[in-house]
T-cell receptor, first 115, second 114 residues
Framework: NAGVTQTPKFQVLKTGQSMTLQCAQDMNHEYMSWYRQDPGMGLRLIHYSVGAGITDQGEVPNGYNVSRSTTEDFPLRLLSAAPSQTSVYFC??????????????FGSGTRLTVV | AQSVAQPEDQVNVAEGNPLTVKCTYSVSGNPYLFWYVQYPNRGLQFLLKYITGDNLVKGSYGFEAEFNKSQTSFHLKKPSALVSDSALYFCAVRDSGNTGKLIFGQGTTLQVKP
């Protein structure tokens, strides 16, 4: 049981490049979310999913796409990276019951720098 | 829409003194409130929650939080701070529907000095 696994841990992109941040969980959690963490801004919700095939936008979705083809995986795609997307990205997952018990289980994060 | 505010960017306390990290919230309906802690270069770890019941809830590492409905606050407290408590603390509120959305405050850095 590996929990929530994010890859890569670090990434440097050039402006305009695209990439996918991977997130996988092996706990059969139906809820998954992507957050970005910026100094003084806390964690802001980018996209979230309540189950396979179902996704929706959070607070700051512009510039990011997601899909949820399986329960386990919830990749985050940057179509054309911008310096404003330099941040630390966290993936998180949960169940309906766990949302009441402790909220989300978080991955260890991906630190992305766009130059 | 739900929102959370943490009015202090940083809280400084001396080891052995009590600490308080403030949080206020805005929700429609009954609040589901959480506190998380983040150590450097790590993900977030659950500390405690308020769903219903007693206004004083106890959590991990000796932390507790006081829920005050009239002031819409959920302040994190500890009677005696440790240097190892130094970290970034986040208050969060869960969406009252079935979306599973968890909305976070800006975070407060707690610095405990020996």
């Amino acid at each position: 049981n590996a929990g929530v696994t994010q890859t890569p841990k670090f990434q440097v992109l050039k402006t305009g490049q695209s990439m996918t941040l991977q997130c996988a969980q092996d706990m059969n959690h139906e809820y998954m979310s992507w957050y970005r963490q910026d100094p003084g801004m806390g964690l802001r919700l980018i996209h979230y999913s309540v189950g396979a095939g179902i996704t929706d936008q959070g607070e700051v979705p512009n510039g990011y796409n997601v899909s949820r083809s399986t329960t386990e995986d919830f990749p985050l795609r940057l179509l054309s990276a911008a310096p404003s997307q330099t941040s630390v990205y966290f993936c998180a997952s949960s169940t309906r019951q766990a949302l009441t018990d402790y909220g989300y289980t978080f991955g260890s994060g991906t630190r992305l720098t766009v130059v | 829409a739900q929102s959370v505010a943490q009015p202090e960017d940083q809280v400084n306390v001396a080891e052995g003194n009590p600490l308080t990290v403030k949080c206020t919230y805005s929700v429609s309906g009954n609040p589901y409130l959480f506190w998380y802690v983040q150590y450097p270069n790590r993900g977030l770890q659950f500390l405690l929650k308020y769903i219903t019941g007693d206004n004083l809830v106890k959590g991990s590492y000796g932390f507790e939080a006081e829920f005050n409905k009239s002031q819409t606050s959920f302040h994190l407290k500890k009677p005696s701070a440790l240097v190892s408590d130094s970290a970034l603390y986040f208050c969060a509120v869960r969406d009252s529907g079935n979306t599973g959305k968890l909305i976070f405050g800006q975070g407060t850095t707690l610095q405990v000095k020996p």
